[in-house]
T-cell receptor, first 111, second 117 residues
């Protein structure tokens, strides 16, 4: 089955860029997602990328997909204290609705 | 509008109680999901309803009983739970169900924080 891996923790200074990395194993994954979860809250969809794309930009967020290496990254420009949260990468195949989540990356933004 | 609502926000129950969690969406989505999330872990899929029919049950114990009364509502009935069932229960919905080849983005509710004493 699909396996999605993320690094556990990232510390970044306010105003710097953050880059969160994710790897997945199933090359037939068609959609790859980034969700944000603040303490005690649900998951907020940040962005997603379809597997035939290699980049998607949405305001401060840039998603890069290297399909050959099965590597996904989320770059947050001008990181703010409100960006402190857990970020989950998730993958799904076209033929099913089961999301496979990575373990989550805890991002801490220091003033 | 991409809102999924869940009630209650918090629930404390004893092991002999019966309670229900509720989830609602008015986006016209035809697939709805229940996830369980333990602290510092990713969500784990429990059930999927597609076009109001149960399509996936991830071997969840029978003390959890899902119900989809209509396309906008999803319930999770709880009975004789154990303390290890304490977790954040998340509901999600997506536009199309498993009948179709395409998959769709899942939108999550804020969750119900359940504590079993």
């Amino acid at each position: 089955g699909e396996d999605v891996e993320q690094s556990l923790f990232l510390s970044v200074r306010e105003g710097d860029s953050s880059v969160i990395n994710c790897t997945y194993t199933d090359s037939s994954s068609t959609y790859l997602y980034w969700y944000k979860q603040e303490p005690g809250a649900g998951l907020q969809l940040l962005t997603y990328i379809f597997s035939n794309m290699d980049m998607k930009q949405d305001q401060r967020l840039t998603v890069l997909l290297n399909k050959k290496d099965k590597h996904l990254s989320l770059r947050i420009a001008d990181t703010q204290t409100g960006d402190s949260a857990i970020y989950f990468c998730a993958a799904v195949k076209a033929a099913g609705n089961k999301l496979t989540f990575g373990g989550g990356t805890r991002v801490l933004v220091k003033p | 509008d991409t809102e999924v609502t869940q009630t209650p926000k918090h629930l404390v129950m004893g092991m002999t109680n019966k309670k229900s969690l509720k989830c609602e969406q008015h986006m016209g989505h035809r697939a709805m999901y229940w996830y369980k999330q333990k602290a510092k872990k990713p969500p784990e899929l429990m059930f999927v309803y597609s076009y109001e029919k149960l399509s996936i049950n991830e071997s969840v114990p029978s003390r959890f009983s899902p119900e989809c009364p209509n396309s906008s509502l999803l319930n999770l009935h709880l009975h004789a739970l154990q303390p290890e069932d304490s977790a954040l229960y998340l509901c999600a919905s997506s536009q199309e169900g498993m009948r179709l080849a395409n998959t769709d983005t899942q939108y999550f509710g804020p969750g119900t924080r359940l504590t079993v004493l």
